[in-house]
Nanobody
Framework: QVQLVESGGGLVRPGDSLKLSCAAS????????LGWFRQAPGKGREFVAG????????AYADAVKGRLTISRDNGKSTMYLQMNNLKPEDTAVYYC???????????????????WGQGTQVIVSS
């Protein structure tokens, strides 16, 4: 069973940048489509970004397009989320998710994924 571990969260000011990482325990990392989701206090878990197994296909929520960039390094079994120009509304716990897929497919729904990390907190505040 693959384990996903997020890191890189923290407290930043509006306009700052952060880079989140999601490390996987399994060598078959390249067999997984991956995604980032977030959950703000009192709200449901929402899709942020997703990436296909090869990295050739990506998808983003409208709220983050142009500011956040998802990427992966299959050789390092790690996925990343580069977050630029952060806003207070980006404050949330960020989760990485995985599901087995070798198609150029990106999941955008919570139910598309069956493996989850424990989350990393991002707080954007002045």
């Amino acid at each position: 069973q693959v384990q996903l571990v997020e890191s890189g969260g923290g407290l930043v000011r509006p306009g700052d940048s952060l880079k989140l990482s999601c490390a996987a325990s399994e060598r078959a990392f390249r067999n997984f489509a991956l995604g980032w989701f977030r959950q703000a206090p009192g709200k449901g878990r929402e899709f942020v970004a997703g990436i296909s197994w090869s990295g050739s296909a990506t998808a983003y929520a409208d709220a983050v397009k142009g500011r956040l960039t998802i990427s992966r390094d299959n050789g390092k079994s790690t996925m990343y989320l580069q977050m630029n120009n952060l806003k207070p509304e980006d404050t949330a716990v960020y989760y990485c998710a995985a599901t087995t897929s070798r198609a150029d497919w990106v999941g955008v729904r919570r139910e598309d994924y069956d493996r989850w990390g424990q989350g990393t907190q991002v707080i954007v505040s002045s």
